[in-house]
């Protein structure tokens, strides 16, 4: 069974910084590229970043580029976001989300997310 | 604001049909065929039910279809059942290696 498991939100105040992380089981995560996706409290979706299989191609939301950086450790099937400069609207829960054979930006297998919270 | 336009709401009774719109621009919905529709639960993680515009993955029931006509993405429900009462995104690429989604249709079965 595909599973994606996120950790590391909690509360953060603005400007300071988080590291998100996404163990993946069930499949061999250095076959799949991945990425992240948000969503705000009572809002939509938007997607973060995406990363290739083999890191090699790393793409970013422009409301994140800059700040975010994510990074991937195939032999340890760990997906990491590292979150800087953080602003009150990145408040949102963070979705890591598997990458379909069809394309990138199509997502197939979501973790349960991890909640990020930057406030004073 | 979204960058693809969505209906806040919509509704229908089990059994019958609903479909809901997805808009966009010819930057995003109008210029790819890379349109997909999420399906998410309360509390819950989105789950893929179209993609590529009118592709079904494995295990989607056939009563969810999509379709799209120029920068306008539809997907319909039919023989509503009470289990598909959610909130349903759409989302396209958009060119230079960015995503769009829109806000969301939170689909009611009365």
């Known amino acids: 069974e595909v599973q994606l498991v996120e950790s590391g939100g909690g509360l953060v105040q603005p400007g300071g910084s988080l590291r998100l992380s996404c163990v993946a089981s069930?499949?061999?995560?250095?076959?799949?590229?991945m990425n992240w996706v948000r969503q705000a409290p009572g809002k939509g979706l938007e997607w973060v970043s995406y990363?290739?299989?083999?890191?090699?191609?790393?793409y970013y939301a422009d409301s994140v580029k800059g700040r975010f950086t994510l990074s991937r450790d195939n032999a340890e099937s760990s997906l990491f976001l590292q979150m800087n400069s953080l602003r009150a609207e990145d408040t949102a829960v963070y979705f890591c989300?598997?990458?379909?054979?069809?394309?990138?930006?199509?997502?197939?297998?979501w973790g349960q997310g991890t909640l990020v919270t930057v406030s004073s | 604001q979204s960058a693809l336009t969505q209906p806040p709401s919509a509704s229908g009774s089990p059994g019958q049909s609903v479909t809901i719109s997805c808009t966009g621009t010819?930057?995003?919905?109008?210029?790819?065929?890379?349109v997909s529709w999420y399906q998410q639960h309360p509390g819950k993680a989105p789950k893929l039910m179209i993609y590529?515009?009118?592709k079904r993955p494995s295990g989607v029931p056939d009563r969810f279809s999509g379709s799209k006509s120029g920068n306008t993405a539809s997907l319909t429900v039919s023989g509503l059942q009470a289990e598909d009462e959610a909130d349903y995104y759409c989302?396209?690429?958009?060119?230079?290696?960015?995503?769009?989604f829109g806000g969301g249709t939170k689909l009611t079965v009365l």
């Open positions: 990363i290739s299989s083999d890191s090699s191609t790393i």
């Open positions: 590529e515009v009118s």
């Open positions: 989300a598997r990458r379909h054979t069809s394309g990138w930006f199509y997502f197939d297998f």
């Open positions: 010819s930057s995003d919905v109008g210029g790819y065929n890379y």
């Open positions: 069930g499949f061999t995560l250095s076959s799949y590229g």
């Open positions: 989302s396209s690429y958009a060119g230079s290696k960015k995503v769009v």
